[in-house]
Structure formats: structure tokens, C-alpha cells
């Protein structure tokens, strides 16, 4: 039965399109003539979960089968959620409005640390039990996906399963097998017995793991030798030939990214050795030209989107990057659909695409050098220096550009107060660069944005083993560099709050004991912790405590190369010999290549798809 | 060749959360999906050339919205109207389309509108009688009202702004929906018009609360559905 929700709670909270669905292209189905229901849960709001490409393919992927019933769920603001707590209404899905927990199979997308409260709070608002262990026979399954998911220890004894990678053929897989499960009725256990051995599918309850006495794990091993002892993520080879929505929902409501988002490529070669995406997408698989316009052909067709957005890891990266952004730009004209094209590396060529595309609306201007020094750039193999940066910020100032944005991490590896220092020279040095310019030529009102963040060390990083600077170290780094930058006057200063940046590389490299933590701070009241107004650190220093964990021990240590990590038994293709090698040049300020110009034995050779398969081929 | 295309739609339920700025790139999307040869502004950020009647309240439905769309050729009103109504969402609809003579567009138009308004009195005496109540209310010389506005809270003599107010004695709280909104308490359903548009504007809910004010007991507005725009000169052929 649907849940009602009356137009009395619709007029009490903010934006209450949020809860309504019924927008353009939402997929309707007979729930009765289906043989499973899925309930794509993102853990946020519905403008951010709206936003997101992953849950637009799966969602489409999974309604193109007759069988099956794919509708999505989004956490609701506090405000809703505090209505339906006191009217007793259970957490429902966007399409039929019916309870979650009437669904067969509950799939989480895991795009960032801090939202593992929200999957917390979803569960025991639609009525499902938090643990696993506390599921019965008529429960959905909870399963989990995205990014997040290669090291799931911290939710282990929350979800049924996890899906390593690409879930695009393994999502299919896996409801062949459920209704086939459904059919025979047969007991709970045995459909997560049956899906333990297709590859990519991990079902954490199947693994025991072991401590030393000093804390860290000394042994992962599967409960019986049916399992296999590393789970390996899954891609999608053929890239142009896998399955794309084209006929995607146009939400009424404002979104975050409210366009089409085409996507050219997956991977990146650069390999930033703080950069976890760059790692786990490998290896990298383009898609051709003539494939990309006619999806966005027909998408602009599907949805009437005035604007389309390329989107990658690195958008410059793209070899045909030329002949794609001219062909869709003739075709779109007519239409007057425009291009906007994110993470684009500024040069000459980039800057005339951007004056194409955009026609006008000078924007800001989007840098990342990541560190203030050559030095720690080449210890984190960001392969820019500081001429190429200096460079493009004098082009893009001759062009009429005088918006700047400028990223930096404070706490890499290595870091002192020398290369802290550095980043307010570097601010100095654009400022100057624009001075440079003659006045009739320059836009007007230089605008020079310095933004930090904090290092976190991520698993299947050449930085997984590092220390995270402490709160304290790092907070003083950012009034140093205020102190620094203060004096130069066109330019301005934020940072990231570094309690959230801690706690996101506690989970981030967590291990199965921090699940009864999460659970204990959801109890105090913590969800939506990335959201600054409702974080609330203090709750969740306490939920440390009374669970007798320290976090340091997550955050702050320094572990040895031998050290068994909780997410040694997930295989991402990428070899931990790799990373070690890389962690090891790291520290010499050795760089490596980007990949496409040179094989450099990362071992995601073994999924024999994209620029790896076309490195054999050339010799 | 270009002309200039006025449509009435209506705004049902489905649609009713969808705020004016959200409508109108909902009207934009949906002409693109269409194909329609719709006129575009000049420079560097071209705009579809739609213009829309009066915004609708978030929460509040329609039988009688009104737009303009300049195309940049010749076409069938109906034909434009059959080819959108194709690609719009669930509560929304075009129902008459016709071509605009002169230049003066919609919002120009506009100067008053009819509503259906249900309203909940949960603390309203025995003793009270609604047509009664509504009788001396309009009689009187003056009606203040205390208006929001930008500077703060202003008293506002709306009584030129009320042209018709009257309790529909007709109506029975059939609608399950809203009666459980109202729990014990009494309710009506009045039939108003008022001005409306850049010049003169009064919301249903001003006037009601003005209502309340006079009377002792609030009245709560429980569901606003216009019925009627209306315009100095529609501009029809």
C-alpha cells in the first residue's frame, strides 16, 4: 500500500517537489506484473541524488527488463523526516510511494564517507533492521555500490552485499539469480550463497576477520573455501557499446547538475598519487565520436535540456576532444542548446573552446595545483609546474578572464611549512601575471580565490599507508597560510573544516570495528554530516568513546608496508606492488608518466580493455 | 514570418509544487522536446521568447493560466497546441490556443482572477453564521488588511480589490483528503475574485486572514484553485 503524504505536510516543508516525483520520463510499471522490486536508495537529498549519472544508468538499465521494478529513493530533509517520524510514516520510493521495506532488493550508491549516517537513518526509517544479522526471511536485501564500496568494512555488518565496480552487467546477473531464488523459494542465506561466487560480488557476512594485539587486522579469510579468497571489481570493456539511458528524467525541482551529462571516458591516466578516482576507474576506456553525438542527439531529443555537459575525470584528456566539441556545437546551435565543459586543462586551445561554447559569461576560471611547491608537486605527481600554470593564468587574463579559483590540499605527504608558504607565493605570482596585462585588455576586478582542503589518505592509493596530519597540525597550517595571504589584497582565502576531513579518513580506511561506531552516532543524532549546519562533531568524538575506539589509530598512524589492510582481499586491477612502487618514488619526488604515453605496469592490464589493450597493440 | 501564440492551460495536481521559474523552464523543455519554431532573444545568451500571465502560488492549482510563445514561423494554434500538450508532464495542459493580434503581452493583460478557496474554521461558535459573517464583513467602509512587505508589516485597505466573495452553499466535505485537515472544526468553500496583476494584487490568503482577523477565529486556507483570469483585452483575432 502507498504511503499518503497530504498536501498539509507537502505545505510545511521546504521545497516539496522534492517528495513528489511524477517528472518527465519517471518510468511507470505495474508493481504486480514484476517479479522484483529494486529501491535505488541515494543517501542524500533528491537534488543531489538527482545529480548523479551512476543512478540515472542503473535505474534506466534496470526498468529496461520486463521483470523487474527499479524506483528511486532519496533521504528526506530533516524536515520531512521529522513529519513522518511523529505520523509513522516509513521511508517510501519517488514512483509508487510505496515502503521501502516492501521491496525486494535495497541498493545503496556509496559516493562519500560522510553518508553512511544517512544510509543508517534510511534503513530504520523505512522499518528494515540496521544489522544484517537482524534480517529475516520477508526483509529486502540492503546491498551497496559506487565508489565507496571497495573498502565496505565499516558497513560490513550492515549490508547483504556489495558490488565491486561497474555494476552495469553484474546488476543483471544478480537479479537473474534472485528471481530464479524468489521462485524456489528458497531460505535467505542461500541467495547470498549463490551470488558470493559471481565475480564482483562480495557478501561481507562470508568473511571472517582476525586482529593482532596490537589493533590492526592480521587475517581476512572467506568462512569456506567456496568463496573466493580476493574479490575482483568488475568494468565494462566496450565502453560504446554498454548500455546508456537516453531517455533520462527531467526533474521540475532545481538540481546540482540539471543538463545532460554525457560522459566521454572513464579512468585517468594522470595518476595523482593522492587520488583514489584516478586508481579505481582504471583502466581508461573512451567512447568514439559518432557514439557520443548520437546519445546526445537523441538525449536533447528525450529531455529538451538547453545545455550539455561533458563529463570525465579530466576532460582535455579526451583524444578527439577537438572534433567532439566542434561537431556538437554545429549540431546544437539550431537548438540553442549550449556545452559546458568542467575540468578542462586551460591552454590555448581550451580557452578558444570556452569562448565558443559559453559565448560570454566570463566565469571563474578553475585551477588545481594541488601544493604550493614543485617539490611536493612532484612528490604527489601532479605533472604541473609552475611556468604551464603561470602561463595559463596570462592567457586567460589576456582573453578577459579575471576570475581565478585556485585549489590546494594542505597535510600531503612530506609537507612542511615551506610548501604551505608556497601556495600564497604562487597567489602572488597570478596576481602579478595579471598586472602584466595591459588595462584596456584585461577584464576588470581581479578576483583571486585560494581554496584548501585536507589530505585524506584513501584505500588503493600510493597513500593509503600515510598518516593524516592531526586536526591541530592542520588547522595551524591554515592560519599560517592566512596570516601569508592576507597581505596580498586581491586575493581571498577559504579551507575546509578539518574535523570533517578527519572523520572522512577514519571510515575512509576503517575496518569492520567501526561499524558499531556509525551506528552509535547515528543514535546521537548524527546524519547528513557533510551538510555543515547539521554536522555534529562533538556527538561523534563521543560515540568513539563510549565504543572504546580511538580514531587516531585510523587517522593519524603511519602503517608499514606489511601491515595487512582491511581491504587487502578486494582486487581493483591495480597491484598493491604498484602502489608501494609509487609510494616509494613518492618520497624521492620521483614522477611516472601518464599512462597513455607509456605503459607503466599498473597490473589493470588484467581487465584487457581501453588505452591497455591499445598499448599491446601497438607494440 | 513570425506570430505570436497565446495558450490557456490548466495546472492540476501533479503539477501544483512546481514553482514559476521551474514552470517556465518546464514550458521551456518541453517546446525543444517538441520542435517547435520557437522565436529566440538576440545576443550572446539566447532565451526562448515565452511570456507567462500571472504566477501561480507553489501548492495552488488552475484552470485558467495563460502564456505567450512568439514563433519564428507561421503556424496552426491547434497544431502548436496538440505538439506541446505531447510533450508536457502529468498536470499540465494546454486546452485553447489562439493567435495574438496587437503587441501587448499576457502579463500586461491581466487584471483579475476568480478563485476557489476551502477553508477550515476550527474555532468558529455554534452561533456564527458564515453568510451572515461574510455579509458584514464586505459592508463595511473599509477592509484593512496587514500586508508583508519588503519594509515590514503594512495595513492595507483591500476592499477595492474585492470584487466578488461568496460562501458556496453547495458544498459538502466529500473531498476525505482535505476533511481530515480541518479535524472537527468547520468547513467552506467561498468562490472570490479579486484584482490581480502588476497594478493591483490581492492573494486569497491576505483576504481570508483579514477574514479571520474581523471575525475572532482563524480560518485556514486548506486548498486555493483559480478558476478564472481575467484581462482588459485578451487580443483575440
Not at chain 2, 56 to 64: F, M, N, Y
Not at chain 2, 88 to 95: E, F, Q
Given at each position: 500500500?502507498?504511503?499518503?503524504?497530504?498536501?498539509?505536510?507537502?505545505?510545511?516543508?521546504?521545497?516539496?517537489?522534492?517528495?513528489?516525483?511524477?517528472?518527465?520520463?519517471?518510468?511507470?510499471?505495474?508493481?504486480?506484473?514484476?517479479?522484483?522490486?529494486?529501491?535505488?536508495?541515494?543517501?542524500?537529498?533528491?537534488?543531489?541524488?538527482?545529480?548523479?549519472?551512476?543512478?540515472?544508468?542503473?535505474?534506466?538499465?534496470?526498468?529496461?527488463?520486463?521483470?523487474?521494478?527499479?524506483?528511486?529513493?532519496?533521504?528526506?530533509?530533516?524536515?520531512?523526516?521529522?513529519?513522518?517520524?511523529?505520523?509513522?510514516?516509513?521511508?517510501?520510493?519517488?514512483?509508487?510511494?510505496?515502503?521501502?521495506?516492501?521491496?525486494?532488493?535495497?541498493?545503496?550508491?556509496?559516493?562519500?564517507?560522510?553518508?553512511?549516517?544517512?544510509?543508517?537513518?534510511?534503513?530504520?526509517?523505512?522499518?528494515?533492521?540496521?544489522?544484517?544479522?537482524?534480517?529475516?526471511?520477508?526483509?529486502?536485501?540492503?546491498?551497496?555500490?559506487?565508489?565507496?564500496?571497495?573498502?565496505?568494512?565499516?558497513?560490513?555488518?550492515?549490508?547483504?552485499?556489495?558490488?565491486?565496480?561497474?555494476?552495469?552487467?553484474?546488476?543483471?546477473?544478480?537479479?537473474?539469480?534472485?528471481?530464479?531464488?524468489?521462485?524456489?523459494?528458497?531460505?535467505?542465506?542461500?541467495?547470498?550463497?549463490?551470488?558470493?561466487?559471481?565475480?564482483?560480488?562480495?557478501?561481507?557476512?562470508?568473511?571472517?576477520?582476525?586482529?593482532?594485539?596490537?589493533?590492526?587486522?592480521?587475517?581476512?579469510?572467506?568462512?569456506?573455501?567456496?568463496?573466493?579468497?580476493?574479490?575482483?571489481?568488475?568494468?565494462?570493456?566496450?565502453?560504446?557499446?554498454?548500455?546508456?539511458?537516453?531517455?533520462?528524467?527531467?526533474?521540475?525541482?532545481?538540481?546540482?547538475?540539471?543538463?545532460?551529462?554525457?560522459?566521454?571516458?572513464?579512468?585517468?591516466?594522470?595518476?595523482?598519487?593522492?587520488?583514489?578516482?584516478?586508481?579505481?576507474?582504471?583502466?581508461?576506456?573512451?567512447?568514439?565520436?559518432?557514439?557520443?553525438?548520437?546519445?546526445?542527439?537523441?538525449?536533447?531529443?528525450?529531455?529538451?535540456?538547453?545545455?550539455?555537459?561533458?563529463?570525465?575525470?579530466?576532460?582535455?584528456?579526451?583524444?578527439?576532444?577537438?572534433?567532439?566539441?566542434?561537431?556538437?556545437?554545429?549540431?546544437?546551435?539550431?537548438?540553442?542548446?549550449?556545452?559546458?565543459?568542467?575540468?578542462?586543462?586551460?591552454?590555448?586551445?581550451?580557452?578558444?573552446?570556452?569562448?565558443?561554447?559559453?559565448?560570454?559569461?566570463?566565469?571563474?576560471?578553475?585551477?588545481?595545483?594541488?601544493?604550493?611547491?614543485?617539490?611536493?608537486?612532484?612528490?604527489?605527481?601532479?605533472?604541473?609546474?609552475?611556468?604551464?600554470?603561470?602561463?595559463?593564468?596570462?592567457?586567460?587574463?589576456?582573453?578577459?578572464?579575471?576570475?581565478?579559483?585556485?585549489?590546494?590540499?594542505?597535510?600531503?605527504?612530506?609537507?612542511?611549512?615551506?610548501?604551505?608558504?608556497?601556495?600564497?607565493?604562487?597567489?602572488?605570482?597570478?596576481?602579478?601575471?595579471?598586472?602584466?596585462?595591459?588595462?584596456?585588455?584585461?577584464?576588470?576586478?581581479?578576483?583571486?580565490?585560494?581554496?584548501?582542503?585536507?589530505?585524506?589518505?584513501?584505500?588503493?592509493?600510493?597513500?593509503?599507508?600515510?598518516?593524516?596530519?592531526?586536526?591541530?597540525?592542520?588547522?595551524?597550517?591554515?592560519?599560517?597560510?592566512?596570516?601569508?595571504?592576507?597581505?596580498?589584497?586581491?586575493?581571498?582565502?577559504?579551507?575546509?573544516?578539518?574535523?570533517?576531513?578527519?572523520?572522512?579518513?577514519?571510515?575512509?580506511?576503517?575496518?569492520?570495528?567501526?561499524?558499531?561506531?556509525?551506528?552509535?552516532?547515528?543514535?546521537?543524532?548524527?546524519?547528513?554530516?557533510?551538510?555543515?549546519?547539521?554536522?555534529?562533531?562533538?556527538?561523534?568524538?563521543?560515540?568513539?568513546?563510549?565504543?572504546?575506539?580511538?580514531?587516531?589509530?585510523?587517522?593519524?598512524?603511519?602503517?608499514?608496508?606489511?601491515?595487512?589492510?582491511?581491504?587487502?582481499?578486494?582486487?581493483?586491477?591495480?597491484?598493491?606492488?604498484?602502489?608501494?612502487?609509487?609510494?616509494?618514488?613518492?618520497?624521492?619526488?620521483?614522477?611516472?608518466?601518464?599512462?597513455?604515453?607509456?605503459?607503466?605496469?599498473?597490473?589493470?592490464?588484467?581487465?584487457?580493455?581501453?588505452?591497455?589493450?591499445?598499448?599491446?597493440?601497438?607494440? | 514570418?513570425?506570430?505570436a501564440i497565446r495558450v490557456?492551460?490548466?495546472?492540476?495536481?501533479?503539477?501544483?509544487?512546481?514553482?514559476h521559474?521551474?514552470l517556465i523552464?518546464?514550458f521551456e523543455?518541453?517546446?525543444?522536446?517538441?520542435?517547435?519554431?520557437i522565436a529566440?532573444t538576440?545576443?550572446?545568451?539566447?532565451h526562448p521568447r515565452m511570456v507567462f500571465g500571472l504566477p501561480?502560488?507553489?501548492?495552488?492549482?488552475?484552470?485558467?493560466e495563460y502564456a505567450d510563445f512568439e514563433?519564428?514561423?507561421?503556424?496552426?494554434?491547434?497544431?502548436?497546441?496538440?505538439?506541446?500538450?505531447?510533450?508536457?508532464?502529468?498536470?499540465?495542459?494546454?486546452?485553447?490556443?489562439?493567435?495574438r493580434?496587437?503587441k501587448s503581452n499576457i502579463m500586461a493583460d491581466i487584471?483579475?482572477?476568480?478563485?476557489?478557496?476551502?477553508?477550515?474554521?476550527?474555532?468558529?461558535?455554534?452561533?456564527?453564521?458564515?453568510?451572515?459573517?461574510?455579509?458584514?464583513?464586505?459592508?463595511?467602509?473599509?477592509?484593512?488588511?496587514?500586508?508583508?512587505?519588503?519594509?515590514?508589516?503594512?495595513?492595507?485597505?483591500?476592499?477595492?480589490?474585492?470584487?466578488?466573495?461568496?460562501?458556496?452553499?453547495?458544498?459538502?466535505?466529500?473531498?476525505?483528503?482535505?476533511?481530515?485537515?480541518?479535524?472537527?472544526?468547520?468547513?467552506?468553500?467561498?468562490?472570490?475574485?479579486?484584482?490581480?496583476?502588476?497594478?493591483?494584487?490581492?492573494?486569497?490568503?491576505?483576504?481570508?486572514?483579514?477574514?479571520?482577523?474581523?471575525?475572532?477565529?482563524?480560518?485556514?486556507?486548506?486548498?486555493?484553485?483559480?478558476?478564472?483570469?481575467?484581462?482588459?483585452?485578451?487580443?483575440?483575432?
Open positions: 500500500m502507498p504511503v499518503r503524504i497530504s498536501d498539509e505536510i507537502l505545505g510545511q516543508v521546504e521545497k516539496p517537489s522534492r517528495y513528489v516525483g511524477n517528472e518527465w520520463n519517471m518510468v511507470r510499471k505495474d508493481p504486480g506484473s514484476v517479479k522484483a522490486r529494486f529501491a535505488f536508495c541515494f543517501p542524500d537529498v533528491y537534488e543531489i541524488g538527482m545529480s548523479h549519472l551512476g543512478m540515472k544508468i542503473l535505474y534506466h538499465l534496470l526498468n529496461e527488463r520486463e521483470d523487474v521494478y527499479c524506483e528511486r529513493v532519496f533521504a528526506p530533509w530533516v524536515d520531512m523526516e521529522s513529519i513522518m517520524r511523529r505520523e509513522g510514516i516509513p521511508l517510501f520510493a519517488m514512483e509508487t510511494r510505496d515502503p521501502v521495506r516492501d521491496f525486494d532488493i535495497v541498493g545503496f550508491t556509496l559516493q562519500y564517507e560522510m553518508s553512511y549516517t544517512n544510509v543508517v537513518n534510511m534503513l530504520d526509517l523505512a522499518g528494515i533492521p540496521i544489522f544484517s544479522r537482524d534480517r529475516g526471511e520477508s526483509d529486502p536485501f540492503v546491498c551497496v555500490g559506487g565508489p565507496c564500496a571497495y573498502n565496505i568494512e565499516p558497513l560490513a555488518e550492515i549490508v547483504d552485499f556489495a558490488v565491486m565496480g561497474e555494476a552495469e552487467e553484474v546488476i543483471n546477473e544478480v537479479m537473474d539469480i534472485y528471481i530464479k531464488w524468489k521462485e524456489e523459494k528458497a531460505p535467505r542465506r542461500e541467495f547470498l550463497h549463490r551470488i558470493a561466487t559471481v565475480e564482483g560480488v562480495y557478501v561481507p557476512s562470508f568473511y571472517s576477520v582476525s586482529y593482532t594485539p596490537e589493533g590492526t587486522v592480521s587475517e581476512i579469510r572467506p568462512v569456506s573455501p567456496e568463496y573466493p579468497g580476493r574479490i575482483r571489481k568488475r568494468i565494462i570493456k566496450d565502453l560504446d557499446n554498454a548500455y546508456f539511458p537516453e531517455k533520462i528524467i527531467v526533474p521540475y525541482a532545481g538540481i546540482v547538475h540539471d543538463r545532460v551529462m554525457l560522459e566521454i571516458f572513464r579512468g585517468c591516466s594522470h595518476g595523482c598519487r593522492f587520488c583514489q578516482a584516478g586508481i579505481i576507474y582504471r583502466p581508461v576506456r573512451e567512447r568514439t565520436v559518432d557514439g557520443l553525438i548520437e546519445r546526445a542527439r537523441n538525449l536533447i531529443r528525450n529531455t529538451g535540456y538547453e545545455e550539455i555537459s561533458l563529463t570525465s575525470l579530466s576532460t582535455s584528456d579526451y583524444s578527439q576532444l577537438g572534433d567532439l566539441t566542434g561537431r556538437l556545437l554545429e549540431e546544437m546551435e539550431p537548438m540553442k542548446v549550449s556545452l559546458s565543459l568542467p575540468s578542462l586543462r586551460i591552454d590555448s586551445f581550451s580557452l578558444d573552446l570556452m569562448q565558443k561554447a559559453q559565448k560570454v559569461r566570463k566565469s571563474g576560471l578553475t585551477f588545481a595545483p594541488e601544493a604550493g611547491t614543485q617539490r611536493l608537486r612532484d612528490v604527489i605527481n601532479k605533472g604541473v609546474n609552475e611556468e604551464d600554470l603561470l602561463k595559463s593564468c596570462s592567457l586567460a587574463f589576456n582573453g578577459g578572464w579575471s576570475n581565478v579559483k585556485l585549489y590546494f590540499m594542505l597535510g600531503l605527504p612530506t609537507e612542511t611549512l615551506d610548501d604551505v608558504e608556497g601556495i600564497a607565493d604562487l597567489a602572488a605570482k597570478v596576481v602579478a601575471e595579471y598586472k602584466k596585462v595591459p588595462r584596456e585588455k584585461r577584464g576588470k576586478g581581479l578576483n583571486v580565490t585560494v581554496s584548501t582542503s585536507c589530505f585524506v589518505p584513501k584505500p588503493f592509493t600510493p597513500f593509503q599507508w600515510e598518516a593524516q596530519d592531526t586536526m591541530d597540525m592542520l588547522e595551524m597550517k591554515q592560519k599560517h597560510l592566512k596570516e601569508k595571504i592576507r597581505g596580498i589584497r586581491q586575493v581571498s582565502y577559504n579551507w575546509h573544516d578539518s574535523r570533517l576531513s578527519f572523520l572522512e579518513a577514519v571510515i575512509a580506511r576503517g575496518d569492520r570495528r567501526l561499524g558499531q561506531v556509525i551506528v552509535r552516532a547515528w543514535e546521537k543524532g548524527c546524519k547528513f554530516d557533510g551538510w555543515g549546519d547539521q554536522f555534529k562533531f562533538d556527538a561523534w568524538m563521543e560515540a568513539f568513546d563510549e565504543c572504546g575506539i580511538d580514531p587516531a589509530f585510523y587517522a593519524n598512524r603511519k602503517r608499514s608496508f606489511d601491515e595487512v589492510l582491511p581491504w587487502d582481499h578486494i582486487d581493483v586491477g591495480v597491484s598493491k606492488k604498484f602502489l608501494k612502487r609509487e609510494c616509494e618514488k613518492a618520497y624521492r619526488g620521483e614522477l611516472t608518466v601518464d599512462c597513455r604515453l607509456n605503459c607503466t605496469g599498473c597490473g589493470a592490464g588484467v581487465f584487457e580493455g581501453g588505452i591497455c589493450v591499445e598499448h599491446r597493440n601497438k607494440g | 514570418m513570425s506570430i490557456k492551460f490548466i495546472r492540476g495536481e501533479e503539477a501544483k509544487y512546481v514553482s521559474l521551474e523552464r518546464v523543455r518541453a517546446v525543444r522536446r517538441a520542435g517547435l519554431p529566440y538576440l545576443g550572446f545568451n539566447p501561480l502560488a507553489v501548492g495552488v492549482t488552475s484552470e485558467a514563433l519564428a514561423e507561421e503556424m496552426r494554434p491547434e497544431d502548436f497546441m496538440d505538439r506541446l500538450n505531447r510533450q508536457l508532464p502529468a498536470g499540465l495542459k494546454i486546452v485553447e490556443a489562439f493567435v493580434r496587437g487584471k483579475g482572477a476568480a478563485y476557489s478557496v476551502v477553508v477550515c474554521a476550527g474555532d468558529m461558535p455554534e452561533s456564527v453564521d458564515i453568510l451572515k459573517l461574510t455579509e458584514v464583513f464586505l459592508a463595511r467602509p473599509k477592509i484593512m488588511a496587514e500586508k508583508e512587505t519588503k519594509s515590514g508589516v503594512k495595513e492595507i485597505d483591500i476592499k477595492p480589490m474585492i470584487k466578488k466573495m461568496s460562501v458556496d452553499e453547495s458544498f459538502s466535505m466529500g473531498d476525505s483528503e482535505i476533511a481530515g485537515a480541518c479535524g472537527n472544526g468547520k468547513m467552506f468553500r467561498f468562490d472570490i475574485e479579486t484584482s490581480a496583476g502588476s497594478e493591483a494584487n490581492l492573494k486569497p490568503e491576505l483576504l481570508f486572514a483579514s477574514l479571520g482577523d474581523f471575525a475572532g477565529f482563524r480560518f485556514k486556507v486548506l486548498k486555493v484553485h483559480r478558476t478564472g483570469l481575467f484581462v482588459a483585452n485578451d487580443n483575440r483575432d
